[in-house]
C-alpha cells in the first residue's frame, strides 16, 4: 500500500487540479484557430485540450505544419498573455489544502509555459506555498509532463520514493510513472476514472476533500 502522508515532496499540476482553467484555455484557442479561419462555436469541443501538449495534439488534430503550428501558438498566446491567463479560477478548498500542507515541501509542474503558470500562481497569491515552479519553455522545450517532471526532480534533486505527482490527466501519471514516482489522479478536473485508473494512478481522488484525506 502507498502511505502518501509519508512523501515529502508534492509535485502538483496547475490545470485542472489547482485551477479550473477553462475559460482562459478555450477562448485562447478559439482565438488562434479563427486566424485559420476555424471557427468554433461550442467552446465546451475545446476542453479536451486542456492537459495534452499543445504542439502535437495541434499538428495531429488540425493537420498543422511545424510553421503553423508556431503560427498556432503565438495567436494562442498573444490573447492568452493579455487575457486567458486571468480568465481561471481556483478549485474550492485548494487553498485550505495548501496551506495544511506547509510542512511538506510543493512544487508545480505543468506543461503551461511557467512564466504564464507563475503569473497564474501569484494572481490567486497562492505563489507562497511553492517551492519550485517547473514548465515548458516558450520555444517548446520540456514540451511533455515526462520532461516537465523530470527537470523537477532533477533541479531540486529529489529521490523519486520521496515525492508524488498529482494531476488530472493521464500525461500526468504517465509522467509520473516514467520518473518512478507515485501518482494520485483528481477526477474533479478534465481526465475521468477511466483514463487515470488505466494510465496507472496508484490512488484516485474524487473531490479535494478527499485530496486532502490521502494527503493529511
Known sequence: MVFMKDKEFILFDLDGTIIEPKEGITKSIAYAL???NIHIDDLNSLCKYIGPPFREIFMQDYCFSEE?????L?????RFSRLGVYENTLYPGIEDLLKSLKDKKMMIATSKPTVFAKTILEYHNIGKYFSFVGGCELDGIRSNKEEVIQYVLEVNNISPNKAVMIGDRKYDIFGARQNQIDSIGVLYGYGDFDELKNAGANLLAKTVEELFKILI
Do not use: L
Open 34 to 36: 479563427d486566424s485559420f
Open 68 to 72: 503553423e503550428v508556431e503560427v498556432f
Open 74 to 78: 503565438n495567436k494562442y498566446r498573444e
